[in-house]
């Protein structure tokens, strides 16, 4: 099951869609987690629309199965990397890379929420738009062992994968051609992505 493929007029086979497309949707997600880059939430979406116009049994499963998965692994070796950085005399980059894309104001905040509810702030912290590193990060000032992190870590890959997934049914539902509701879905998730920040400037607009 290939999403980029669904804007094409002639759509490959579902059993060849299904062998080229779960191991790039593991991988991008999996690098996505590692690179928060990579718009994974997209993907995710964009797999669920595609799936959703599949006849075979079980492909929206797979993606679940698949997206949660990944993104699961790459945080855990994310935190691992961090751990380590945490560790050594000098870090690492992967420490860097971890605190410049956590702003001082977002960690802090992080922090604060981490302090005060525990596990539930890293459950809710995929579905927060840029709130996986602030958190991530706060875990590893506060010296969280990674088996803690990773029960947290855990629910908040299955929430978000299920949400995005979520994102992408709705667009196949919507429209009869895959590259429509494809379409449909990033513009929706960039929309979510993309709301908070825009939130936050107007409220500091208005603030001054």
Not at 25 to 43: D, H, K, N
Not at 122 to 145: Q, T
Not at 156 to 168: D, M, R
Not at 181 to 193: E, K, P, Q, R, Y
Request: net charge positive.
């Amino acid at each position: 099951m290939t999403w980029l493929g669904a804007a094409s007029t002639s759509i490959p086979p579902e059993p060849t869609q299904q062998a080229l497309g779960y191991p790039s949707l593991f991988l991008l997600v999996l690098i996505g987690a590692l690179v928060p880059v990579v718009p994974t939430g997209a993907l995710v979406s964009s797999a669920a629309v595609v799936a959703v116009h599949q006849t075979m049994p079980l492909s929206l499963a797979l993606v679940f199965v698949t997206a949660s998965l990944a993104a699961f692994l790459g945080d855990m070796a994310l935190y691992w990397l961090g751990r380590r950085g945490m560790g050594s005399k000098n870090g690492s980059r992967w420490l860097e890379a971890i605190r410049s894309r956590a702003p001082e104001d977002r960690l802090a905040q992080a922090q604060e929420k981490l302090a005060e509810h525990g596990v539930a702030v890293l459950v809710l912290s995929r579905l927060v738009p840029a709130g996986r590193i602030p958190v991530m990060l706060a875990c590893l000032l506060a010296r969280w062992p990674v088996r803690r992190f990773a029960r947290g870590n855990l629910p908040a890959c299955l929430a978000w994968a299920v949400t995005y997934q979520l994102i992408g049914i709705l667009g196949g539902a919507l429209f009869k051609e895959p590259w429509e509701g494809v379409a449909a879905a990033v513009a929706l998730t960039v929309l979510v992505s993309a709301a908070p920040t825009v939130w936050r400037r107007l409220r500091g607009q208005t603030a001054h």
